[in-house]
């Protein structure tokens, strides 16, 4: 099957640092693109959805200033976490397709903000 | 409200046994009902997606029923092995399929399964 490559696949920093995290898709051009949260023992939360070349759609309560997303290209997506604080430890998962078909997820980024 | 609930939320079985995992989902209207697999610190990986019209669906050891009248789905996995230890997650989508019909995907919490030598 297709392959969505993450980057980094953990990630330690100070609090108040800004960590970017990157989405590929490796065999195939991803038209869209989307970022996930997931805290322990919970569903994995749409954070926002991209198309290559348009802003990103975010979802409620997302703070699109904070998660700052960039898809410019069609194998290229990244999320970076500004300002990063203990709070936004967790783990990001992007996930991609190609128009209509099955979303590809990457292997996650563990973030842990200290 | 749409919801997709799991059960059981989690479930240990020996090596070699075969077990059923259940979905039941409100959500509406209904496009399509996946099933993933997600190792611990790992993103998902899709098993089986199933429409409305299909009853059964297989992926090697695992077998995903889906009955659209009852809204329930059950993954059968068989002769389990050590490595089906993880998390697997029924995900339902509730809008009609296009580019971006991922972002209505309504995630249940998964059942944690372990398999034990």
């Known amino acids: 099957g297709a392959v969505v490559s993450q980057h980094p696949s953990w990630v330690i920093c100070k609090s108040g640092t800004s960590v970017k995290i990157e989405c590929r898709s490796l065999d195939f051009q991803a038209t869209t693109m989307f970022w996930y949260r997931q805290f322990p023992k919970q569903s994995l939360m749409l954070m926002a959805t991209?198309?290559?070349?348009?802003?990103?759609?975010?979802e409620q309560g997302v703070e699109k200033d904070k998660f700052l997303i960039n898809h410019a290209s069609l194998t290229l997506s990244t999320l970076t976490v500004t300002s990063a604080h203990p709070e936004d430890s967790s783990f990001y998962i992007c996930?991609?397709?190609?128009?209509?078909?099955?979303?590809?997820f990457g292997q996650g980024t563990r973030l842990t903000v200290v | 409200k749409n919801q997709v609930e799991q059960s059981p939320q989690s479930l240990i079985i020996l090596e070699g046994k075969n077990c059923t995992l259940q979905c039941n989902y409100t959500v509406s209207p209904f496009s399509n009902l996946r099933w993933y697999k997600q190792d611990t610190g790992r993103g998902p990986v899709s098993l089986t997606i199933m429409t409305f019209s299909e009853n059964t669906k297989s992926n090697g050891r695992y077998t995903a029923t889906l009955d659209a009248d009852t809204k329930q789905s059950s993954l059968h996995i068989t002769a389990s092995q050590l490595s089906d230890s993880a998390s697997y997650i029924c995900v339902v989508s509730g809008t009609i399929s296009n580019a971006g019909n991922n972002r209505k995907l309504i995630w249940g919490l998964g059942t944690s399964l372990a398999v034990n030598p």
């Open positions: 996930s991609a397709i190609h128009w209509n078909t099955e979303a590809f």
């Open positions: 991209s198309n290559e070349g348009s802003k990103a759609t975010y």
